[in-house]
């Protein structure tokens, strides 16, 4: 995986976009992301809603996500 820069908002939401999540609901200053996963379960990603994310919350962001893996084959 690449190394990481603190990023927007607006920035860290296309990423779950991007990989088949939809916007779940958005509630205070978090925004809430879905996804349907085989098998049906599903993963949910709350992303911060502020002008610059953190690096640590990125990671999780994608550990959660589970997009690590597809982030390291870019």
Do not use: C, W
């Amino acid at each position: 995986m690449p190394k990481l820069r603190p990023l927007s908002a607006t920035e860290v939401t296309r990423l779950p976009r991007a990989h088949g999540f939809e916007l779940a609901h958005q509630r205070g200053s978090h925004i809430i992301y879905r996804r349907r996963l085989p098998g049906g379960d599903s993963a949910t990603v709350p992303v911060p809603n502020r002008r610059e994310i953190p690096v640590g919350t990125l990671k999780s962001i994608i550990n959660m996500s589970g997009l690590d893996e597809a982030l390291s084959r870019r």
